[in-house]
C-alpha cells in the first residue's frame, strides 16, 4: 500500500487523502473495495480514470456528461435488450489492469462492456465488447485507445465499437482484429500478438432539422456485431449476429442529441 496517501481506516482504507494522481492509482489498484472516499481535494470533480499509461504515466479521464453517457449507453442497451436470454455478463466501466507482458501498473476501462459466461464471469476477466464514446475526444485519441484494448487484454477484447460526436454528425466505428496470413503458420499465443485491429464497419449518422418531425440519416446500413467474437463460440438455433437495424439508430441518434 502506498506510503503518501494516508489511511484513515486500517490496511484497506475506505477513506484515503489526496496527496498525488500516481498513488491515488495504486490504492485503486490493491483495494478490494468498489468505492473510496477522497479528502484534502480542492473541490469536487466527478470523473472517471479511464486510461492509464505507466510508461509514459499519461492519465486520460473520463467527465461522464449525458451526451457522452447515452453515446454509448444507447447502443449498449439495445446491446442488452437482444442478449438477455443468453448467458452473458454485464461489465460495465470495470476498469481492467494490462495483461502479461505489459510493463508497470497500467490500466484500462471502457465506457460499456461485456462478455459470455461462464467464459468471462471471473474476477478481472476482459470483456469481449467495448464500446468507447468520445466527445471532445479526437477520432486519433479513440483509435488509440481502441489499440490498448486490444493489446493490454492480450487480445481477450475481441470488437470494440467506438462512438464519435463532433456535434454535426455520429460516427460509429466497428473494429476487431485479424491475423496477418501466413501460408503454413499455426495459430499461437506468441503468433496472436501479431494480429492488428481492422475496421470493419464505419456507419455514420446525420440530423436533419428541416423536416418536421426532426428525422436522421443513417448511412452504411445496419450495425451488425458477430455472435462468434462475442459468444466465443458459434451460434446455436434461434441465435445469430446481433443487428442494430436503421430505424434502431435513427432512434439512438435521436436519444443523442436530446442530449446537445
Given at each position: 500500500m502506498p506510503t503518501s496517501v494516508e489511511s484513515k481506516q486500517?490496511?484497506?482504507p475506505g477513506t484515503v487523502r489526496f496527496t498525488n494522481v500516481q498513488d491515488l492509482l495504486n490504492v485503486t489498484d490493491y483495494t478490494s473495495r468498489d468505492s473510496l472516499t477522497v479528502t484534502s481535494t480542492e473541490q469536487?470533480?466527478?470523473f472517471r480514470i479511464c486510461d492509464y499509461d505507466s510508461n509514459s504515466r499519461v492519465l486520460i479521464i473520463t467527465i461522464p456528461t449525458g451526451l457522452h453517457e447515452q453515446l454509448h449507453?444507447?447502443?449498449y442497451n439495445e446491446h442488452i435488450r437482444q442478449v438477455h436470454k443468453r448467458s452473458w455478463r454485464d461489465i460495465g466501466s470495470e476498469t481492467f489492469l494490462a495483461q502479461q507482458g505489459h510493463s508497470g501498473r497500467s490500466s484500462k476501462e471502457g465506457d460499456s462492456t461485456g462478455g459470455p459466461k461462464p467464459e468471462r464471469a471471473a474476477k478481472g476477466a476482459w470483456p469481449t465488447l467495448v464500446i468507447e464514446a468520445?466527445?471532445?475526444q479526437t477520432l486519433g485519441q479513440l483509435h488509440i485507445s481502441m489499440q490498448r484494448l486490444f493489446s493490454m487484454s492480450?487480445?481477450?477484447?475481441?470488437i470494440v465499437v467506438l462512438a464519435k460526436f463532433d456535434g454535426t454528425k455520429i460516427l460509429l466505428e466497428k473494429w476487431e482484429e485479424e491475423m496477418p496470413v501466413c501460408p503454413g503458420a499455426t495459430t499461437t499465443r506468441r503468433s496472436l500478438q501479431h494480429q492488428q485491429p481492422v475496421l470493419r464497419q464505419s456507419?455514420?449518422?446525420?440530423?436533419?432539422?428541416?423536416t418536421n418531425p426532426i428525422s436522421y440519416n443513417v448511412t452504411r446500413s445496419a450495425l451488425v456485431l458477430s455472435f462468434q467474437l462475442l459468444f466465443l463460440r458459434d451460434p446455436g438455433p434461434g441465435e445469430g449476429d446481433i443487428v442494430f437495424s436503421v430505424q434502431e439508430l435513427e432512434e439512438y441518434?435521436?436519444?443523442v442529441w436530446a442530449q446537445v
Open positions: 486500517g490496511d484497506d469536487y470533480r466527478k449507453k444507447g447502443l468520445g466527445v471532445s492480450n487480445h481477450e477484447v475481441k456507419i455514420t449518422i446525420t440530423q436533419n432539422a428541416t441518434a435521436e436519444d
